[in-house]
């Protein structure tokens, strides 16, 4: 399997509030984006967004590069990928994709918390699902 076989996909059509006075996608909007892809692929998953135990994800750290503009009513492709898994934190690759070029690449650290906010390992069940959309070698440690 390639690496692009691995991502996560998931579109998204940009809508009227998405924009701005330009007509082009607000650049905090590509957050509010990648959550969605996030959340998605949990559902694939079948992880909860919030365990019963009230385990979840926070985002720790994001990097975000704008490439080009989206515009209202386009269909972006997100690409997600796993890039690295490790003790509480996996870091995901997100490229929200206009045809074959890539708008929008951000990279985001997650951490994996309890329901205090204290970090915690993930689930090896969680880590196993996961691989399947790994890129760069990721989980493999």
Not at 53 to 58: L, P
Not at 120 to 131: D, F, N
Request: hydrophobic share 40%; net charge positive.
């Amino acid at each position: 399997m390639t690496d692009q076989e691995r991502y996560f996909i998931h579109k998204i059509r940009v809508y009227y509030a998405d924009t701005d006075a330009g007509g082009i996608v607000y650049h905090a909007r590509y957050l509010e984006f990648a959550e969605r892809c996030r959340s998605e692929l949990l559902r694939h998953i079948s992880h909860p967004l919030i365990s019963d135990g009230g385990n979840q994800f926070v985002v720790r750290k994001s990097q975000i590069e704008w490439r080009a503009p989206a515009r209202l009513d386009d269909l972006l492709v997100c690409r997600t990928g796993i890039e690295d898994i490790r003790g509480a934190r996996v870091t995901m690759r997100h490229e929200m994709l206009l045809g074959d070029s890539a708008v929008t690449v951000m990279v985001v650290e997650l951490a994996y918390v309890t329901a205090s906010h204290k970090p915690v390992r993930l689930p090896e069940a969680l880590i196993s699902a996961m691989r399947q959309f790994a890129v760069c070698d990721a989980g493999k440690r």
